[in-house]
């Protein structure tokens, strides 16, 4: 179904697309797990375009090129002609011609679009200012893996500032049926028309979403609690004063109290100790955090195989 598709936005999706890269990227693990080969990209290049910094991606989208039987090719913005100024139409053109897949990291979501508009081969997602697919579609696996196949009906909460991981928690959590909440300040709301969007996906599912302000009503009998950065890479000069905005969304063991009482903390990394989560939390959970970590490699396996394979 993902066949020659680019995978730009999680709403993109359809319900059944979603379950398709869950279900492998399980399998894939699986095969990884057990030392059998499964060389589904035999021969095929991806392309890495990274304009923002980036452990988790650029490690998991190369290495799982290597055990898909392709390979991968980094492309620094500072490098590149792109970052010269040369036109995205023209970069996305000229890499169409060389490479299977392209896989962008990038500040404006619309550098996405114009990229996938003019390439013609698959374009990935790896984060924007406005989403990050990848991560929230790895959280999903992560879930499973602690929670249990069903997804319908658990209660995540997010606290801390309404980003590019909070778009996509709403745009996840609204294709599998879960419930979601995030608590934000009220100036950092997630993206007003993402949320929209999202009720109308969350119509099909049944999924149950809200915004509050409140980091206590967001936990309450909260099955998953999850937090990120409060200032995004971009923001770097609004990081003091973002920690003063911030302080009283710490997921920290009295917020957690009021959460169920087998919840998991998730994080996608990389976090700031102190800030939005306390380290006592972070270490209590690293179980999960770190196979969410890990299931950035199975999950964008299954994305590469779907959207580039035969
Ligand atoms: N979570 C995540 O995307 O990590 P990196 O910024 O290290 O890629
Ligand atoms: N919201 C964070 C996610 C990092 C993986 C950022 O955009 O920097």
Request: a negative charge; proline letters at 3%; hydrophobic letters at 40%.
């Amino acid at each position: 179904m993902l066949k020659g598709k680019d995978l730009l936005s999680i709403h993109d999706l359809s319900v059944a697309e979603v379950e398709e890269i869950l279900s492998l990227a399980k399998e894939l693990k699986a095969m990884q797990k057990a030392g059998v080969e499964h060389h589904l990209l035999a021969g095929k290049t991806l392309g890495m375009i990274f304009e923002k910094s980036s452990t988790r991606t650029r490690v998991s989208f190369e290495t799982g090129m290597y055990q898909l039987g392709g390979q991968a090719l980094f492309l620094s913005s500072r490098d590149l002609q792109l970052g010269r100024g040369e036109p995205i139409k023209d970069t996305a053109r000229v890499l169409s011609r060389y490479l299977d897949g392209i896989m962008i990291r990038t500040f404006g979501h619309d550098r996405v679009e114009e990229l996938a508009k003019w390439a013609d081969i698959p374009v990935i997602n790896a984060l924007t200012d406005l989403l990050h697919p990848c991560q929230v579609l790895t959280d999903l696996l992560t879930i499973r893996e602690h929670k249990g196949q069903n997804l319908k009906g658990l209660k995540m909460a997010y606290v801390g500032d309404g980003n590019n991981m909070t778009n996509s928690y709403l745009y996840g959590c609204a294709k599998v049926g879960m419930t979601f909440v995030a608590a934000t300040p009220e100036d950092y709301r997630p993206d007003a028309t993402v949320f929209e969007n999202a009720c109308k996906d969350a119509e099909e599912t049944g999924a149950e979403l809200s915004l509050v302000t409140d980091p206590q009503e967001a936990v309450k009998d909260a099955d998953i609690v999850v937090t990120d950065t409060w200032a995004s890479m971009g923001q770097e000069a609004e990081h003091e004063m973002r920690k003063k905005i911030f302080a009283p969304y710490q997921v920290n063991k009295e917020l957690l109290k009021g959460a169920d009482k087998r919840v998991i903390v998730m994080h996608c990394l990389p976090a700031y100790r102190g800030e939005e989560i306390t380290e006592e939390v972070l270490e209590a959970n690293a179980d999960v955090i770190f196979d969410e970590a890990e299931n950035r490699l199975h999950t964008q396996k299954a994305i590469m195989a779907l959207t580039m394979g035969d």
